[in-house]
């Protein structure tokens, strides 16, 4: 497909979009005028999450069309997860260098197919030309106080990691050093698994919660702020993917999955007398977890190696705003 002609290139993007937006029986108006109209269900919050994505900071420059699309949706419905929200609407605003046909085309594959592995309806937007960015909210149901959140981790709580963490940060790391990339790691970067059907059953179970962007002891720090309580990260009990054993030594692994970020896993805590139902939850969601810290009194993160001594990283995960070496 060649570029959309000048003009009416903005009301054909919009078309093109339209076109291709799957129903939803609770959207009453969606695309196509000022605002849409959405019907919340009785006895439900609404759930509302927002991220944006900018090339070459939240994806390297080479990745693919339909990559993006993907990601930009799954990082969003992360949050959903991390609430333990039932995903349901969507908006979506691009910035474009140009009208390009062929790029929105593989842009809506990944974005649309991921919306429909959740019965998600895009119900509107924004198209403008500028530097590539997208922005996306999301919103979604659940009932009033079953929401997950990070204020309710309590002294003596489990600290539980799903997945495998630091399968994104290594594909990141051999991007920039330019080196051979492994398949399996880069789809982790790509098209990272939003955890929805973890959270929803971990709403009755789990205390606090929060998905992992920035890194896992950053993020975690997160949960101690809110929660006014300290927690203690066992960096060795990490899960570690086989793809990520074999690509770094020892010490590398330990530090990317410590503190590298874009694997969108869920950390929560839980009472240690619901063990069993958290594994029980993680089967029923078909994800694996595992159990890699405690919640102590405090309100500081401490990493500890086997031998339960201090690690210290060089840092604590990505900040946007951090002076670059």
């Excluded at 108006?29 to 090339?55: E, R, Y």
């Excluded at 999301?138 to 799903?162: C, K, M, N, Q, Y």
């Excluded at 290594?170 to 939003?194: C, F, I, K, N, Y």
């Excluded at 720090?221 to 203690?232: L, P, Q």
Aim: aromatic share 4%.
């Amino acid at each position: 497909m060649s570029d959309i002609p000048r003009g009416a290139a903005e009301f054909d993007l919009i078309d093109r979009i339209r076109a291709r937006v799957a129903a939803r029986a609770d959207v009453i108006l969606g695309i196509g005028d000022d605002a849409a109209l959405l019907q919340v269900p009785a006895g439900k919050q609404l759930v509302v999450a927002t991220d944006t994505l900018n090339t070459g900071v939240h994806f390297p420059d080479d990745t693919a069309p339909a990559d993006i699309g993907w990601k930009s949706l799954a990082v969003n419905l992360s949050d959903l997860a991390a609430m333990g929200a039932e995903p349901a609407w969507c908006t979506l605003s691009l910035s474009l260098p140009q009208a390009d046909a062929a790029w929105l085309d593989a842009f809506l594959d990944g974005f649309l197919a991921l919306a429909a592995q959740h019965d998600v309806t895009l119900v509107g937007g924004d198209t403008t030309r500028g530097p590539l960015s997208i922005c996306v909210t999301v919103h979604g149901f659940v009932e009033p106080g079953r929401a997950l959140r990070r204020d309710a981790a309590r002294v003596g709580d489990d600290v539980w990691i799903s997945g495998t963490p630091g399968d994104a940060a290594g594909a990141l790391a051999q991007w920039r050093e330019g080196a051979s990339r492994d398949a399996t790691l880069r789809v982790r970067l790509d098209r990272p698994m939003p955890r929805v059907a973890l959270g929803r059953t971990l709403a009755n179970v789990a205390h606090a919660c929060i998905d992992v962007s920035d890194g896992l002891l950053a993020d975690v720090a997160h949960v101690c702020r809110a929660s006014g309580v300290g927690i203690e990260i066992e960096v060795d009990r990490l899960p570690a993917s086989d793809a990520l054993r074999i690509a770094f030594d020892e010490p590398t692994r330990r530090a990317l999955q410590a503190t590298g970020g874009d694997d969108y896993e869920l950390c929560f805590t839980a009472s240690p007398q619901s063990r069993d139902g958290v594994e029980r939850a993680a089967r029923d969601a078909a994800t694996p977890v595992a159990r890699i810290g405690r919640v102590v009194a405090g309100g500081q993160v401490r990493a500890i190696d086997a031998d339960g001594r201090e690690w210290q990283p060089a840092r604590p995960g990505f900040e946007h705003f951090a002076q670059r070496p």
